[in-house]
C-alpha cells in the first residue's frame, strides 16, 4: 500500500512539474515566435510552483531528503540524539500548526469575498487551497517521523548531510584517481619493457 501512495505522490509531483514547463515553454514559443502569448500563462505558472513546493515539501520530508546539519547532534549518545530529535519536531509542529492556522484563515476569507484570480476565471480561495493542505501534509509526515523516533526505529530526521556527501564524493573521486594512476604506471611499465625487449633482440 505504501508504494502505491508513493507512486500517486511521485506522479502529481511529476505532473505539476511538467505542467509547468509545458506552459512556459509555450509561452516561449507563443512570444518569440508568433509574437502573442497568453496573459494567464504566468499566473498559471505561478500557481503550479506554489503546489509543487508545498507538495513536494511534505514528501521530502515523509523520504528525509530535506538538507539537515546534524555536526552538533551528532556529537551525543543516541539516546541524546532521539531526546534532540523529537524537541525539534515539536519545533516543527509547532511551526506548521501555526502557519496552518494563518493559512486556513486566510482560505476562509478569500472564499466569504469570493474575488477571481488575477488572470483566471477561477476563484483565488481553490487555487490557493494548497496552502493549509501542504501545512497539513507536512504536519503528518512529521508526526509519522516523530513516532519512529519515539519508537527507537530512527535516532534522528535523516535528511541529506551534504557536507557527508561531499566528503564521500572526495574520497571516491580520491581512489578513482589513484587506481587510473596505478593502471597507467603499470602500463607504461609493460610498454618501457616490451621496448626493452624488442631491443635487445634487435641487437643480437
Known amino acids: 500500500m505504501s508504494k502505491y501512495i508513493d507512486y500517486i505522490e511521485e506522479g502529481f509531483i511529476a505532473f505539476l512539474l511538467t505542467a509547468m514547463t509545458v506552459v512556459t515553454f509555450s509561452q516561449v514559443v507563443a512570444r518569440y515566435i508568433f509574437n502573442s502569448g497568453a496573459v494567464w500563462a504566468l499566473e498559471l505558472t505561478t500557481y503550479l510552483f506554489a503546489w509543487l513546493v508545498m507538495f513536494g515539501a511534505a514528501f521530502c520530508v515523509k523520504k528525509g ?3 539537515g546539519i546534524d555536526a552538533f547532534v551528532n556529537l551525543f549518545s543516541a539516546r541524546t540524539r532521539q531526546y534532540l530529535t523529537l524537541l525539534a519536531i515539536s519545533f516543527c509542529l509547532l511551526y506548521c500548526a501555526i502557519l496552518f492556522k494563518g ?14 484570480a488575477e488572470d483566471m476565471p477561477i476563484e483565488e480561495w481553490k487555487i490557493k487551497i494548497i496552502l493549509p493542505i ?17 519508537k527507537g526505529e530512527i535516532d534522528s530526521m535523516h535528511f541529506v548531510n551534504e557536507t557527508k556527501e561531499l566528503i564521500d564524493e572526495m574520497e571516491y573521486a580520491s581512489i578513482t584517481e589513484d587506481s587510473n594512476s596505478t593502471e597507467g604506471s603499470n602500463s607504461t611499465k609493460g610498454s618501457n619493457s616490451t621496448k626493452d625487449s624488442n631491443s635487445t633482440k634487435g641487437s643480437k
Open 65 to 67: 531528503v530535506h538538507i
Open 103 to 116: 493559512s486556513w484563515d486566510y482560505i476562509a476569507k478569500l472564499k466569504m469575498i469570493g474575488i477571481e
Open 134 to 150: 501542504g501545512f497539513a501534509l507536512i504536519f503528518f509526515r512529521l508526526l509519522e517521523v516523530a513516532w519512529k523516533v519515539y
